[in-house]
């Protein structure tokens, strides 16, 4: 069973291009969050999606960023016109469960998406 | 609300010496607390979770944590440190259905 897969696993981009970071979950969930991770800093929670819906952007900037998760393929977030506060390791989570996993206790985390902003 | 805060940045220990790595949270209701591990360059990992059964939680690789709800603390802690353990450690809280947070996290370093 394979786990949660993230691509690319670096990406470069020059200010103002778009990065688009794809997640696939492991097989069998259904619910996927995305968290960024900066410098030194924890993970912070940017938003919660099940197969076509969006449950929780509580997290997400409220402007370039947009995440969706189609019925077919796999969860995609999407930042247009980088700028070099976007640099940051972003990660993909998935679980079978509802709300946040927290009752049963688990998300997967797949290895990340580094994005580096020039 | 939630939060946590984990109370060291940095913990170096030699290798057998045992390992504590602390963490305190806040929580409005009963919260669901875990610990994750995170290798360089690589996603993160479940070490330990407690769900309000035992206070007590073992974990893998030998770790485990104590939850206690008069110091609103969850220590992270190991009898003998190997080198493998060398990583950044994470105490994570969630109460209900929200979302889980993290704490800032704590680099554990081993030294021979």
């Known amino acids: 069973n394979a786990g949660v897969m993230q691509n690319p696993r670096h990406l470069v981009r020059r200010r103002g291009q778009e990065a688009r970071l794809r997640c696939s979950p492991m097989?069998?969930?259904?619910?996927v969050y995305w968290y960024r991770q900066l410098p030194e800093e924890g993970l912070k929670f940017m938003v919660y999606l099940q197969k076509e819906n969006i449950i929780d952007e509580s997290g997400m900037p409220k402007e370039r960023f947009s995440a969706e998760f189609p019925k077919e393929g796999p969860s995609i977030l999407r930042i247009q016109q980088v700028v070099r506060g976007d640099s940051a390791a972003y990660f993909c989570a998935s679980s079978p469960f509802s709300g946040s996993g927290a009752n049963t206790g688990e998300l997967f985390f797949g290895e990340g998406s580094r994005l580096t902003v020039l | 609300a939630q939060s946590v805060t984990q109370l060291d940045s940095h913990v170096s220990v030699s290798e057998g010496t045992p390992v504590l790595l602390r963490c305190n949270y806040s929580s409005s209701y009963s919260p669901s607390l875990f610990w994750y591990v995170q290798h360089p360059n690589k996603g993160l990992q479940l070490l330990l979770k407690?769900?309000?059964?035992?206070?007590l939680v073992k974990g893998i690789n030998g770790f485990e944590a104590e939850f206690k709800k008069s110091e609103t603390s969850f220590h992270l802690t190991k009898p003998s440190a190997h080198m493998s353990d060398a990583a950044e450690y994470f105490c994570?809280?969630?109460?209900?259905?929200?979302?889980?947070?993290f704490g800032k996290g704590t680099m554990l370093l081993v030294s021979p």
């Open positions: 097989k069998g969930h259904s619910h």
């Open positions: 994570v809280v969630s109460s209900g259905y929200s979302t889980l947070t």
């Open positions: 407690y769900t309000s059964a035992a206070t």
